[in-house]
């Protein structure tokens, strides 16, 4: 079982070190104090609150993932049953008030910064993403009624949700419709008291039903009778599971049933349902359908949701980084105790066996897996950085040029560590061997996990049309263009530097100014499909082209320090510019010759 930092054995979690790197030696975290929202906060409660959460996310999630993994939900047609240590685990989270670590102080929460936030349940995700989801969706629930619910809302349903006593959803999906969320057909029909009885069926909804807590509040997407057609045609309703009076009581069952849950390849701990409404399983009020309250206003449920999509999708890129991160940590641990075979050339061939990680490849291994993960959690944490300065920025300029950034980063911040993750993962596996594909060790486990997250919350290919189609060519650049002045940046200070730095800077300036090129070329081909047919590649080059960033501004918070740690982060950022970064020269060749063989490729031929 995984141990904390704070022990003699380090973790095999997270890295405790390298987060706090990333946040005090690179991000400068401290100097969020400066402004009037974070003045409350410093290094010392920074910290306090990262070794509360390892402590936690060690003792409480980490010592049950293999039996979550293994002992997955179960159905019997009436409820839901999860392994015991869940709840005990999302009390625990509770009580430690973690559910509101980034809420506003005058509605209960801590206002801490998105960016020291996200390094605190980087924690809770590396050791148990399926726990760990109970709680993200209902902190996701509880932040867009704050921001669209109306007062009364808010104090029903949001503050039981920080507390931990209600857990929430997020219901989109339908059978039919999958990710063309302008294809759902749950119906919303106004009631006579200002409801409305909701009717439909959902599916892939995690979370959506268990017997944790006083109840379940879904935050439904559905479409009324007058409803425009499309995307444009979609309201938001809270739907809860049980009925709330007004002083609070959790009073009759609202008429939300499953027709079952799904059995998934791996975060298996959260249960994954098809939940039905207004199905006439219950009937509250003894009226047909169940009792919905709209959010908002009429038929612009979807930009609501999308308030909470645009967090969920940066909550996925983190949590792809994090499910790697402790399945290469595990790997690391494994090559340095394993012992077998020898040195190449050693003089005894029957002489005492060497720990596997002096073997090149299986360092090659290692390093690939640091230069993927410790990039990645880079990349997350920029982001979430990026919102505190768009939350608190003091004009409008400021507040548009950090939206801007983060437009063309979070498909990316996404996308990349749910695909390069899941690369780590199988070279965690590798790095085991014989091992690695049983259920002894956990990195299978992780490797499973990994395989939701380009899926998760827009699959890769949507992630790519966002970037390309909406981010960079519908906004006429301006995005790419914030982009590649950021990288700009970085690149002058790191050839200030001399060295490798100065080295690795003049390569991804090329790369950057190619970048740019094919895509003045992908938006002067005047034909939309053509131009999003290899969406995927731009999406995949562009990462690359971020991740490299990402190394480059490490190295420069690097600077000349001295230590193993340092020497790591020097290795890490040379493999990447190395082995990686070249291969985004064949990805814009591709792009470049705007090649049309997916388009002209027939179904009939397959």
């Known amino acids: ?11 095999t979690v997270l890295s405790s070190r390298d987060l706090e790197f990333l946040l005090f030696e690179w991000l400068d975290v401290e100097r969020l104090g400066e402004r009037p929202r974070f003045a409350e906060h410093d290094r010392s409660s920074y910290e306090a609150l990262l070794a509360l959460c390892e402590e936690i996310a060690t003792e409480h999630f980490a010592s049950h993932y293999r039996r979550s993994d293994t002992e997955e939900p179960t159905f019997d047609g009436e409820k839901v049953t999860l392994i015991p240590e869940i709840e005990s685990a999302l009390r625990t989270f509770a ?96 009631a006579d008291d200002g409801t ?167 360092r090659r291994m290692l390093l690939a897996q640091k230069s993927y993960v410790e990039g990645a959690l880079a990349l997350n944490l920029y982001c979430s950085r990026l919102l505190d300065e768009q939350a608190t920025a003091t004009d409008d300029a400021e507040r548009l040029a950090v939206g801007q950034l983060l437009d063309v980063l979070t498909p990316i911040a996404k996308s990349w560590p749910s695909q390069w993750g899941q690369e780590s993962c199988s070279l965690a596996i590798q790095v085991l061997g014989g091992s690695g594909y049983t259920r002894d ?10 395989r939701l997250n ?22 006429g650049g301006a995005s790419l263009l914030a982009l590649a002045g950021r990288i700009g940046d970085t690149a ?51 990462g690359h082209v971020v991740v490299a960033w990402m190394w480059l501004e490490q190295l420069v918070a690097v600077g000349d320090r001295e230590g193993d740690f340092y020497d790591g982060k020097r290795a890490a950022a040379r493999y990447f510019f190395r082995w990686e970064l070249p291969k985004v020269g064949a990805m814009l060749d591709l792009l470049a010759a705007g090649d049309t063989t997916t388009l002209d490729m027939q179904p009939g031929w397959f």
């Not at 980087?122 to 760990?132: S, Y």
């Not at 380009?454 to 906004?475: C, M, N, S």
């Not at 530097?497 to 094919?518: C, D, S, T």
């Open 492 to 542: 002058a200070r790191a050839a200030d530097l001399g060295g490798e730095p100065a080295e690795h800077a003049a390569a991804l300036q090329a790369v950057v100014g190619r970048l740019g090129e094919v895509t003045l070329a992908l938006g002067g081909l005047g034909d939309p499909a053509r131009t999003l047919a290899n969406a995927t590649v731009y999406l995949e080059a562009a």
């Open 1 to 11: 079982m995984p141990t904390a930092s704070t022990s003699s054995t380090p973790s």
């Open 95 to 190: 009580r430690a008030d973690l559910m509101a670590l980034t809420v506003d102080e005058e509605d209960g929460g801590l206002q801490v910064p998105h960016v020291v936030a996200a390094a605190c349940m980087a924690w809770f995700t590396a050791a148990n993403i399926g726990t760990a989801a109970y709680a993200f969706l209902t902190v996701a629930n509880a932040r867009l009624l704050l921001e669209h619910g109306s007062p009364e809302q808010v104090e029903r349903y949001v503050r039981p949700m920080l507390e931990g006593r209600f857990f929430g959803t997020m219901t989109l999906s339908e059978p039919q419709a999958g990710s063309s969320l302008g294809d759902v057909v749950t119906r919303a029909v106004p």
């Open 454 to 475: 380009p899926i998760h919350e827009g699959t890769h290919g949507i992630q790519a049309l966002d970037l390309l189609g909406r981010k960079v060519l519908g906004g």
């Open 441 to 450: 060790f956990d990195v299978e486990a992780h490797w499973r996990d990994q």
């Open 196 to 362: 409305y009885r909701i009717f439909g069926s959902k599916m892939w909804i995690s979370g959506g039903d268990h017997e944790m807590g006083d109840t379940i509040v879904h935050l439904v997407l559905a479409k009324l009778p007058d409803a425009p057609a499309g995307t444009r045609g979609i309201s938001l309703f809270v739907v809860p599971k049980h009925l709330v009076a007004d002083d609070g009581t959790v009073g009759e069952r609202n008429d939300v049933a499953l027709a079952g849950i799904n059995h998934k390849l791996g975060n298996r701990g959260t249960v994954n349902t098809a939940p039905v409404f207004g199905g006439g399983a219950f009937t509250p009020g003894g009226a047909p359908g169940a009792v919905g309250y709209l959010v908002g206003e009429p038929h612009k449920g979807l930009s609501y949701m999308f308030h909470m999509m645009n967090a969920a999708r940066l909550g996925v890129g983190m949590s792809a980084t994090t499910t790697a991160y402790t399945a290469y940590l595990k790997s690391l641990a494994y090559a340095r105790s394993r012992p077998q075979g020898r040195h190449l050339g050693a003089a005894d061939p029957a002489g005492p066996q060497v720990p596997i990680i002096e073997h090149a490849d299986v």
